[in-house]
């Protein structure tokens, strides 16, 4: 019923910028929050960011100067820029949100596909 699509991961040196975007598709009543997770190799997925819907937001300690969530309302569409990369941000980064669909009255977490993001020189 619902999909979420990343994309805009890749490879990129250290220092350098990356934006990574995650659409929500499907029977959309409404989204109560919509954020981003990573996992890399041999680790737990853990939180980067996340943003409410009553436009608060929530960061990873690591990344709170580096990276800004946003979203896009009318395109049910979450934003993650990356900015000032290290080689330590490379994961597989996953969209997350939780979403009331048109035929449920309880919200549900969905989860995208990930994305991979490889910092290196």
């Known amino acids: 019923q619902v999909q979420l699509v990343e994309s805009g991961g890749g490879l990129v040196q250290p220092g350098g910028s990356l934006r990574l975007s995650c659409a929500a598709s499907?029977?959309?009543?409404?989204?109560?929050?919509m954020g981003w997770y990573r996992q890399a190799p041999g680790k737990q997925r853990e939180l980067v960011a996340v943003?409410?819907?009553?436009?608060?937001?929530n960061y990873a300690d690591d990344v709170k100067s580096r990276f800004t969530i946003s979203r896009d309302s009318a395109k049910n569409t979450a934003y993650l820029q990356m900015n000032s990369l290290k080689p330590e941000d490379t994961a597989v980064y996953y969209c997350?949100?939780?979403?009331?669909?048109?035929?449920?009255?309880?919200?549900?977490?969905?989860w995208g596909q990930g994305t991979q993001v490889t910092v290196s020189s």
């Open positions: 997350n949100a939780v979403i009331r669909t048109t035929t449920e009255l309880t919200p549900r977490v969905y």
């Open positions: 499907g029977s959309i009543f409404s989204i109560y929050a």
């Open positions: 943003s409410t819907s009553g436009a608060s937001t």
